[in-house]
């Protein structure tokens, strides 16, 4: 345990280096370098580095460095959400080799369990979104929202090309991040952005798409019907940004008009992770699924009439077809995407609903306790988030001092979200931060009705979710374990053995940085 890390983790030994010398005909791996390495770019002279560390020293560093860290119990949203993740998906997924390596599945006959994995991923997102056709995860939410944008501004029609058509509208009650990256992207397409509110814009007829988030960044959840026709009207298709446990709840966005559907998977069993990672994701109809970024896992049946899966329609990968390439294979994030698939077997249909109904029941009984305080709510309609009309720095230093961290959009507005973890005590504690803050007594007692729902009559979601039989026969922590092993064993990883076809996206990870 004493030897440098570099040595330990994959080799190769002093007999494996000289064997491969000896091969090539250079008597050392500086004389090879200097062969093969332009001396123009070249370094020549030691970089200045501390001294490496063992693996008990880098961990004891790496703790001692986690533990200066102050954790406090977020409700700030925005997108990244405290959940509850299974125990048997963290210890047989998330820690475990054989999933965490195997990434880019370039074999599909070696690859027949991860692409199950994500087959099902897949298939949750088309259920819960109402569209036709997803892909098997995307990097996350903002970039997932920038390929949105270009896939719409490549399904141009050759009168809107000819025209110059260039205008992307986006409402401004959208994720400051995903905002930021569509700004980045659009820049070097030429794409303009217009930034306004999607109840008074008017379209021109110059725009080529359009994307709101559903529900808003600020917590309302609105209907989008009429603006979808009216974008669709003036030639324009409409992106949605969607939360996928408040999709659990509310219409399918397919069902009033989105065109595309994307978001994160990040709520479906998966850590904050600082920011990240997460796995976004991807839906749309069949009819542009040509132009859709990303993977997309289908279904074959052999000649034997066996089952087998692949990755279709290659023409979106970089190996063909470069120069009109859609993405490349890389671009995903299969191990999280796993995780969330894993997610919605294990709970299925009327697990989630429980756990997006105990999410805004919550949310219900906060509000009404923060109105009976005097406050104001931005909107009456939501699911999970709440924006507060309130003196932020007040707020901002008694939260602090419960342990409690909160968004703060505005100097007179706190806004913040509640999760699948979130229990009674917990809201009772923010009724009492907001009491302090007004100089108001706490109320009694803050009671929740597991049945509350302020979710509009016209937005509640009437359709069936995962009705397919994979979602709905795990829901034992024995049955998906076992589950999750049988497609561990049709897989071969870097666990298994060297993989001929491999790249930067599979490798065997040190299990001390895990």
Known sequence: MLEQ??????????????????????????????????QS?????????????????????????????????????????????????????????SWYTSYTPYQAEISQGRLEALL????????????????????????????????MYALRTREQQKAGVNVLFVDANIFPQTLDVLLTRSEPFGIELVVDNFEEYEFSG????????????????????????????????????????????????????????????????LPMGFGGPSAGYMATKDAYKRNMPGRIIGVS????????????????????????????ICTA???????????????????????????HSHTVALAEALKHLGYELRS?????????????????????AHGINFFYPAEDRVRLSLDEITTPEEVAEIVEIFAEAAGKKMPKSVKIDEEASVVPADLVRESAILTQPVFNKYHSETELMRYIKRLEHRDISLADSMI???????????????
């Open 333 to 359: 994030s299969a191990l999280m995407a796993s995780m969330s698939g894993f997610y919605a077997v294990y709970n299925g249909p009327e697990g989630l609903k429980r756990i997006a109904q105990h999410i």
């Open 206 to 269: 110059r725009e080529f798409g359009a994307i709101v988030q559903y529900p808003a960044a600020a917590g309302e959840v609105r209907n989008y019907t009429a603006f979808a026709e009216a974008a669709h009207t003036a030639g324009a298709k409409v992106a949605a940004v969607c939360d996928l446990m408040a999709l659990v709840l509310l219409k399918a966005p397919a069902e009033w008009g989105a065109d595309i559907a994307v978001g994160s998977s990040q709520r479906f069993g």
């Open 380 to 400: 009456e309609c939501y699911f999970d988030t709440l924006e507060v009309g309130a003196e932020a720095a007040v707020v901002q230093d008694i939260a602090l």
């Open 500 to 514: 001929s076809l491999g790249s930067c996206t599979m490798k065997l990870n040190p299990a001390v940085t895990m």
């Open 5 to 38: 890390f570099v040595n330990r983790h994959i080799g190769p030994s002093e007999r494996d280096v000289k064997e491969m010398l000896d091969t090539i005909g250079v008597k050392s791996v500086d004389e090879l370098i200097g062969q093969v390495m332009p």
């Open 301 to 328: 049946v052999d000649r034997l009439g066996n089952r087998a899966l692949r990755m279709a329609l290659q023409t979106r990968e970089q190996h063909i077809k470069r120069e009109r390439a859609t993405s490349n």
């Open 41 to 97: 770019i070249r370094l020549h002279k030691p970089l200045a580095l501390d001294e490496p560390m063992t693996e008990v020293q880098f961990a004891a560093h790496i703790r001692s460095l986690a533990e200066r860290n102050q954790t406090l119990r977020s409700f700030i949203g925005m997108g990244y959400y405290p959940n509850s993740i299974p125990a048997a998906i963290i210890r047989n997924v998330f820690e475990n080799p």
């Open 120 to 151: 099902n991923f897949q298939t949750m997102v088309v259920s819960l979104t109402g569209m036709e056709i997803a892909n098997c995860s995307l990097l996350d939410e903002a970039t997932a929202t920038a390929e949105a944008m270009l896939m």
